[in-house]
């Protein structure tokens, strides 16, 4: 397959798709190597952000994502202020910050963390498709387990669970580990507003 057609398939798959598209059903699709795949949407990728496309593919995590330029996120949110998602409360941001760093984790360890009920905000993050489910832990009763997803990291800015803040006290336990996760659930918080404010919305 010739490189412009390569990069034309390549497109028209991640705008259809609107979801992340992960590398590998890229390769299947188009028969090409991961290596092969990941230059030409790199490239793509360099390619609408210098020409300032109103158009950006950006890589999450293992998947690549058609989305919308950051400096055409006004004219987004003023075309589509009734789609606009709420901000996160800080309850939401506090259960996310603690599955973003501890996953996968069951409902029961988050509430120890918080010392509160999170039924309501968990069931919240997955609707809002911030969180998934993730097997159940294989203790009696077998509890549900939940981590981020792909849109959580869009959502947020990151390309992968490694672009998190350092979270300096992750092993420690009371007052500490409250301090630290309150200052990550604040770096969390100000991403939020500066994507929200920056663009970034999907097609």
Do not use: H
């Not at 800080?90 to 963390?113: D, G, H, M, W």
Request: with cysteine.
């Amino acid at each position: 397959m010739e490189l412009k057609e390569l990069e034309s398939a390549i497109e028209g798959i991640l705008f259809a798709a609107g979801d992340p598209v992960p590398t590998e059903r890229l390769c299947l699709t188009l028969d090409q190597d991961r290596e092969t795949v990941d230059s030409v949407c790199q490239s793509l990728a360099d390619k609408y952000s210098y020409e300032r496309r109103g158009v950006r593919i950006v890589k999450l995590d293992t998947s690549w994502q058609m989305c919308s330029a950051p400096e055409q996120a006004p004219y987004i949110r003023k075309a589509l202020e009734g789609r606009k998602p709420a901000k996160l409360s800080q309850p939401a941001l506090e259960v996310l910050s603690i599955i973003a760093y501890f996953q996968p984790v069951t409902r029961a360890y988050i509430e120890q963390v918080r010392g509160v009920d999170s039924s309501y905000t968990v069931g919240l993050l997955l609707e809002r498709e911030l969180i998934c489910e993730a097997g159940r832990l294989n203790v009696p009763g077998r509890p549900m387990q939940f981590r981020t997803t792909k849109t959580f990291l869009r959502s947020f800015g990151l390309t992968s669970l490694e672009d998190l803040p350092e979270l300096p006290g992750a092993g420690q336990e009371g007052d500490q580990l409250t301090m630290e996760l309150e200052s990550a659930i604040q770096r969390l918080k100000t991403a939020e507003e500066q994507e929200q404010e920056g663009g970034g919305e999907q097609d």
